[in-house]
């Protein structure tokens, strides 16, 4: 079957990403191996609503799957308009992000020209999926609840009722085909590594591991992955970083997943792996907010390995907001680690957010204080939103007696469902302050380290 996978048209999104998106890129390698005509349609694809149009009716896909992340849904809608206006007889799926966290009652109804939701991964569902559909007509008489209930996943609108069903994680991570680098090629992308001293090479996102088990209240990434931290193996992952160093020339390697250094043994086999392939690179990760493997050894390790920069989500530098995130360690343990990290060459970011829960003006100075206090290398600052599936979500939910949020609508900056003491317009004031000052700073410190130079 002739099957198109696509973000939103760019020209749809704002700030849309500048690196291969690894998800569509695992479920390509998945349907190419189930014998599917796949063809992809990422992040740096041609724009242009028109041109789209154009491709739709020169290669007639008989399914369309969408990746959809919650700040994008007005541009999938619109996406999803230019493919039904074309191909009226297409079959449109949506998966990502925003579906796996939505109610399905909810995604259904904003997703009205769909004609299925995935939840979760779907390197298994959507190839299920595919073959249910070409058995259709040998299922056409079952009642619509039996039709498609072997797909872990899956939600559908029949009848006037939405069916939905339950969620499965695929258990060893070994077994799932490598991401189809050749369809997602690094060179074509402009993103680089944050921090990166690299001339030379390409950037490729990487994952280790799937699921976290925090209950960070501002996320909800534990509906698309699970909680239980699934791992592959060191050799399994080494196996994909030699392919894209040698084959594809990739210097730079960004590992996406919350859990990298949650397991000891597998983060110093990797470590040591690269080490004894000889591949000199960079690379940086995301912290887990466990930070007892971050050991002088280890970090020692990491960056004769290549490891540059680690960035952490600290989010609050309020105890107070840290009990209302959820958040189990101490500032103390964070500013302690952030020395153990940079004295071993290993540069730090920090990830910041305002606007939580009954949060205050003396909280919000309280954050921003403590971010300007711990001699981070980088330092960034966000608002907190209301993701569907997350804690926040329920909360602004039960204070404001609403059913849903319109996503097509929502602006953080101007809501009225602001989530802290402190009015959207004025939260959005104090955010540009705070990044002003971090300009400013970046600034003092460039204009002092060129006069030193001199």
Same mark, same amino acid.
């Given at each position: 079957?002739?099957?198109?996978?696509?973000? &939103?048209?760019?020209?749809?999104?704002?700030?849309? &990403?500048?690196?291969?998106?690894?998800?569509?890129?695992?479920?390509?390698?998945?349907?190419?191996?189930?014998?599917?005509?796949?063809?992809?349609?990422?992040?740096?694809?041609?724009?242009?609503?028109?041109?789209?149009?154009?491709?739709?009716?020169?290669?007639?896909?008989?399914?369309? /799957? =969408?990746?959809?992340?919650?700040?994008?849904?007005?541009?999938?809608?619109? +996406?999803?308009?230019?493919?039904?206006?074309?191909?009226?007889?297409?079959? =449109?799926?949506?998966?990502?992000?925003?579906?796996?966290?939505?109610? &399905?009652? #909810?995604?259904?109804?904003?997703?009205?020209?769909?004609?299925?939701?995935?939840? @979760?991964?779907?390197?298994?569902?959507?190839?299920?999926?595919?073959?249910?559909?070409?058995?259709?007509?040998?299922?056409?008489?079952?009642?619509? *609840?039996?039709?498609?209930?072997?797909?872990?996943?899956?939600?559908?609108?029949?009848?006037?009722?939405?069916?939905?069903?339950?969620?499965?994680?695929?258990?060893?991570?070994?077994?799932?085909?490598?991401?189809?680098?050749?369809?997602?090629? &690094?060179?074509?992308?402009?993103? #680089?590594?944050?921090?990166?001293?690299? $001339?030379?090479?390409?950037?490729?996102?990487?994952?280790?591991?799937?699921?976290?088990?925090?209950?960070?209240?501002?996320?909800?990434?534990?509906?698309?992955?699970?909680?239980?931290?699934?791992?592959?193996?060191?050799?399994?992952?080494? $196996?994909?970083?030699?392919?894209?160093?040698?084959?594809?020339?990739?210097?730079?390697?960004?590992?996406?997943?919350?859990?990298?250094?949650?397991?000891?043994?597998?983060?110093?086999?990797?470590?040591?792996?690269?080490?004894? *392939?000889?591949?000199? =690179?960079?690379?940086?990760?995301?912290?887990?907010?466990?930070?007892?493997?971050? +050991?002088?050894?280890?970090?020692?390790?990491?960056?004769?390995?290549?490891?540059?920069?680690?960035?952490? @989500?600290?989010?609050? @530098?309020?105890?107070? !907001?840290?009990?209302?995130?959820?958040?189990?360690?101490?500032?103390?343990?964070? !500013?302690?680690?952030?020395?153990? =990290?940079?004295?071993? /060459?290993?540069?730090?970011?920090?990830?910041?957010?305002? /606007?939580?829960?009954?949060?205050?003006?003396?909280?919000?100075? *309280?954050? +921003?204080?403590?971010?300007?206090?711990?001699?981070?290398?980088?330092?960034?600052? !966000?608002?907190?939103?209301?993701?569907?599936?997350?804690?926040?979500?329920?909360?602004?939910? #039960?204070?404001?007696?609403?059913?849903?949020?319109?996503?097509?609508?929502?602006?953080?900056?101007?809501?009225?469902?602001?989530?802290?003491?402190?009015?959207?317009?004025?939260?959005?004031?104090?955010?540009?302050?705070?990044?002003?000052?971090?300009?400013?700073?970046?600034?003092?410190?460039?204009?002092?380290?060129?006069?030193?130079?001199?």
């Amino acid at each position: 079957m002739k099957i198109l996978l696509m973000t &939103p048209l760019t020209s749809f999104v704002e700030n849309p &990403p500048n690196i291969p998106d690894l998800g569509l890129a695992y479920i390509t390698s998945s349907l190419r191996s189930h014998g599917h005509d796949v063809h992809v349609r990422d992040w740096n694809a041609d724009p242009s609503a028109e041109n789209f149009r154009k491709w739709l009716n020169e290669n007639k896909p008989e399914v369309v /799957g =969408i990746k959809i992340f919650t700040k994008d849904v007005a541009a999938a809608q619109k +996406t999803i308009a230019v493919i039904r206006e074309t191909l009226q007889g297409t079959t =449109i799926v949506i998966g990502g992000p925003h579906p796996s966290a939505s109610e &399905p009652a #909810d995604l259904m109804g904003d997703f009205i020209e769909c004609d299925f939701a995935i939840r @979760g991964e779907a390197e298994e569902s959507f190839p299920s999926l595919i073959s249910e559909i070409n058995n259709s007509v040998a299922k056409s008489g079952k009642p619509a *609840e039996e039709r498609y209930k072997d797909v872990p996943g899956l939600v559908w609108l029949e009848g006037g009722k939405v069916f939905s069903n339950p969620i499965s994680f695929i258990h060893n991570l070994d077994d799932i085909d490598l991401p189809c680098w050749e369809m997602f090629n &690094p060179k074509d992308y402009s993103g #680089d590594m944050m921090g990166s001293t690299m $001339k030379e090479g390409y950037t490729a996102p990487i994952i280790t591991t799937r699921g976290c088990p925090g209950k960070c209240s501002f996320c909800c990434a534990f509906n698309i992955s699970g909680r239980k931290i699934r791992y592959r193996s060191p050799s399994n992952v080494l $196996k994909e970083m030699s392919l894209l160093y040698n084959k594809y020339n990739v210097k730079k390697f960004m590992f996406m997943d919350n859990c990298f250094t949650s397991h000891k043994e597998n983060l110093i086999k990797i470590c040591e792996g690269i080490i004894n *392939e000889k591949m000199v =690179i960079e690379w940086d990760f995301v912290s887990y907010e466990k930070l007892d493997n971050l +050991t002088d050894a280890t970090l020692s390790l990491m960056y004769r390995s290549g490891c540059r920069l680690i960035h952490m @989500g600290i989010e609050s @530098g309020s105890e107070k !907001t840290r009990k209302v995130m959820k958040k189990s360690c101490s500032l103390k343990e964070i !500013t302690e680690k952030i020395k153990v =990290i940079q004295d071993s /060459g290993v540069k730090v970011g920090a990830w910041f957010m305002i /606007g939580f829960p009954e949060e205050t003006k003396k909280e919000i100075r *309280e954050t +921003t204080n403590y971010a300007f206090s711990l001699g981070a290398d980088l330092v960034t600052f !966000t608002t907190c939103f209301p993701l569907p599936g997350s804690q926040i979500y329920h909360y602004i939910k #039960d204070r404001y007696k609403f059913k849903k949020i319109d996503w097509t609508a929502f602006d953080i900056d101007n809501s009225v469902y602001h989530v802290s003491q402190l009015p959207s317009k004025e939260l959005a004031r104090q955010l540009r302050i705070i990044r002003f000052k971090l300009l400013m700073g970046r600034v003092f410190k460039k204009i002092t380290f060129n006069r030193k130079r001199k």
